[in-house]
């Protein structure tokens, strides 16, 4: 069996203190994303109005909306979501045919919060806010493997979000992407020892380790020139600081830009929802900046009190594997544009932006 796009080579421990030390970021991170339902709970002058300053500026502990929208078709950002991919295009080594790789079947949980926003008192829909999100994305295989797990992503961001005008708004901050092979996978497929037994030192880091993290100065740009269209661009930067941050390889940078078309019915029948068409790229410096492409149509509702939205729709994907583990590339030389493992399919979804 030839296997394409992890290399069993690079399994050489895993490293038992850096996973509890992402655990751990991940629990303060989720605690955070709690804080302002604590504030409002605690609190209960906050609902219904805000507090207002004598110098015309009204604050927002827990706004319903986002001053950065969040990126319809962007895998990575944090939410709920349920999906089917038929893969047309197989990268990921399986039990099944590269011809008809099947059905997979992935699962995201996350949420993205904005609080603690300043706007001018005339005009709640801008200003300056902090934002803060954690979410995981889980790709399972199709029913005949059993739905064997093939690994995670984790992703979390800290961000300053501004929009000076209606028709623009920038965040910058930090951001985090790691990725992760699942056990199952492992145990199927790089004939690591299974059930793991006591002495087999695997708990210790001493048999496998695949790592792909990146964290990140993220600059990101939104403009929105009519109600019905929205285009966005971000880049970021990854990098190492002391024993906090890391930046798996020295190909640091990454590029991804996107539009959004929304139909909304009029004011009246607003509860029926709205159409929308999405795409989204993504350009990896360690790809060399290879594309990986979505397109996402569907329809969706927003929740009026709370602003969560719900979409259900179809997606259509081709580039790298969506995996990020699955990208492995250490050291200073980009995978070549030819090499780049390659991924191609079509799904019905559910997704619920919280």
């Excluded at 290399?7 to 989720?30: D, E, F, T």
């Excluded at 949980?109 to 801008?126: D, E, H, M, Q, Y």
Aim: hydrophobic residues 40%.
């Amino acid at each position: 069996m030839t296997f394409r796009t992890l290399n069993p080579l690079n399994c050489v421990g895993i490293n038992l203190k850096k996973l509890l030390k992402n655990v751990k970021y991940a629990i303060i991170l989720s605690i955070l994303i709690q804080l302002p339902t604590l504030v409002y709970s605690i609190d209960t002058s906050f609902s219904g109005y805000s507090k207002h300053t004598d110098e015309g500026v009204t604050f927002l502990p827990i706004p319903a909306d986002s001053l950065y929208p969040e990126p319809i078709a962007d895998h990575r950002f944090p939410r709920v979501a349920v999906t089917f991919p038929f893969i047309g295009l197989n990268a990921i080594d399986t039990k099944e045919s590269l011809l008809h790789a099947g059905y997979r079947e992935t699962v995201e949980a996350g949420a993205s919060r904005s609080f603690f926003r300043l706007s001018p008192i005339s005009n709640t829909n801008i200003g300056i806010e902090i934002s803060i999100g954690i979410g995981i994305f889980t790709m399972f295989d199709s029913f005949r493997d059993n739905l064997e797990n093939f690994g995670w992503d984790g992703s979390a961001h800290l961000m300053i979000q501004f929009k000076p005008i209606e028709e623009f708004a920038f965040r910058f901050g930090y951001h985090h992407l790691s990725g992760h092979v699942g056990d199952e996978y492992l145990a199927e497929y790089i004939s690591i020892i299974d059930p793991i037994v006591d002495g087999a030192g695997i708990a210790d880091g001493e048999n496998y380790h695949l790592a792909y993290v990146r964290d990140a100065v993220l600059l990101g740009l939104s403009f929105q020139p009519f109600p019905f269209l929205r285009m966005y661009g971000e880049v970021d930067y990854s990098f190492s600081l002391m024993d906090i941050f890391h930046c798996y390889n020295n190909l640091r940078w990454h590029i991804n830009f996107g539009t959004e078309l929304v139909w909304k019915p009029p004011e009246e029948i607003a509860w029926i929802g709205a159409w929308y068409a999405a795409t989204d790229i993504q350009l990896f410096e360690e790809s060399s900046w290879r594309p990986g492409i979505t397109v996402q149509i569907g329809r969706y509702g927003i929740s009026g009190e709370k602003g969560e939205r719900f979409r259900i729709g179809a997606e259509y994907y081709y580039g790298r594997v969506p995996l990020f583990v699955f990208n492995h590339t250490q050291g200073t030389i980009p995978t070549e544009w030819d090499a780049v493992p390659l991924e191609q399919y079509i799904t019905i979804g559910i997704w619920f932006d919280m």
